[in-house]
T-cell receptor, first 114, second 112 residues
Framework: NAGVMQNPRHLVRRRGQEARLRCSPM?????VYWYRQLPEEGLKFMVY????????ESGMPKERFSAEFPKEGPSILRIQQVVRGDSAAYFC????????????FGQGTRLTVV | GESVGLHLPTLSVQEGDNSIINCAYS??????FIWYKQESGKGPQFIID?????DKRQGQRVTVLLNKTVKHLSLQIAATQPGDSAVYFC???????????FGKGTTLSVSS
C-alpha cells in the first residue's frame, strides 16, 4: 500500500521557467492538499482539491501558481515564471473521506530556482 | 484569527527520559488536531490525532493531551529514543475544515 507519492524529489529551475510538481494520493484518498515549507519554518497551506474541483485555494499566490486534480492521473502544482523566492519544499498530503483527518504527507519536492 | 504556536523551539533530553512537547492554539472552535514528526529531508509523518470531544488519546509510546480550557495541546513521548530526534509540529484544522494550520515546530534532540 504505497503512501503519497511525489515527484520529482528535487527540481532545479532557472528564473522564468515553469515548474511542475506531481502528487499521487494514497489509494482510496479523494482529498489532496498542497503545502509549502520554507527553511526552518512550518508548513503553509496552499490549496485543497478533490477530483476535478478546487475546494479552497486561499493559500495560493494570486499569480503564477495553479493546481489541478484531474479525473485521471496525479494532482499537479504548476508554477509559471519561477522566481528565487519560489525556492522551497512543496508537500502534498491526502486524506480519505473526511477533509483533513488523518492527512498523510508525501516526501516533498524541493524546488531550487537559480 | 487562527494560529497555532509552540512554546519552545528546541528540547534536549537523554535517551530513556520522557519528553513533553507543548503547543498553544488560538481558535477555541477548533475541533481536530494532529501531531507530526518531520525528520531532516523528509515529509511530515503522522503520529497521532485527537478530536475536541476528547481530552486524551494514547498511541504506541505517545500520548496527546488536549486542554480546551486553556487551548493547549501536548505530545508526550515515553522512553525517548535517539530515533525520536526530529522536528515535531502540531497542526489544527481550520474553521472551514479545508486546511491544517501548522505551528513552527519544536526540535527534539535525544542524546545517548
Amino acid at each position: 500500500n504505497a503512501g503519497v507519492m511525489q515527484n520529482p524529489r528535487h527540481l532545479v529551475r532557472r528564473r522564468g521557467q515553469e515548474a511542475r510538481l506531481r502528487c499521487s494520493p494514497m489509494k482510496g484518498h479523494s482529498h489532496v492538499y498542497w503545502y509549502r515549507q520554507l527553511p526552518e519554518e512550518g508548513l503553509k497551506f496552499m490549496v485543497y482539491l478533490q477530483k476535478e474541483n478546487i475546494i479552497d485555494e486561499s493559500g495560493m499566490p494570486k499569480e503564477r501558481f495553479s493546481a489541478e486534480f484531474p479525473k485521471e492521473g496525479p494532482s499537479i502544482l504548476r508554477i509559471q515564471q519561477v522566481v528565487r523566492g519560489d525556492s522551497a519544499a512543496y508537500f502534498c498530503a491526502s486524506s480519505p473521506t473526511t477533509a483533513n483527518t488523518e492527512a498523510f504527507f508525501g516526501q516533498g519536492t524541493r524546488l531550487t530556482v537559480v | 484569527g487562527e494560529s497555532v504556536g509552540l512554546h519552545l523551539p528546541t528540547l534536549s533530553v537523554q535517551e530513556g527520559d520522557n519528553s513533553i512537547i507543548n503547543c498553544a492554539y488560538s481558535n477555541s472552535a477548533s475541533d481536530y488536531f494532529i501531531w507530526y514528526k518531520q525528520e531532516s529531508g523528509k515529509g511530515p509523518q503522522f503520529i497521532i490525532d485527537i478530536r475536541s470531544n476528547m481530552d486524551k488519546r494514547q498511541g504506541q509510546r505517545v500520548t496527546v493531551l488536549l486542554n480546551k480550557t486553556v487551548k493547549h495541546l501536548s505530545l508526550q513521548i515515553a522512553a525517548t529514543q535517539p530515533g525520536d530526534s526530529a522536528v515535531y509540529f502540531c497542526a489544527e484544522r481550520n474553521q472551514a475544515g479545508t486546511a491544517l494550520i501548522f505551528g513552527k515546530g519544536t526540535t527534539l534532540s535525544v542524546s545517548s
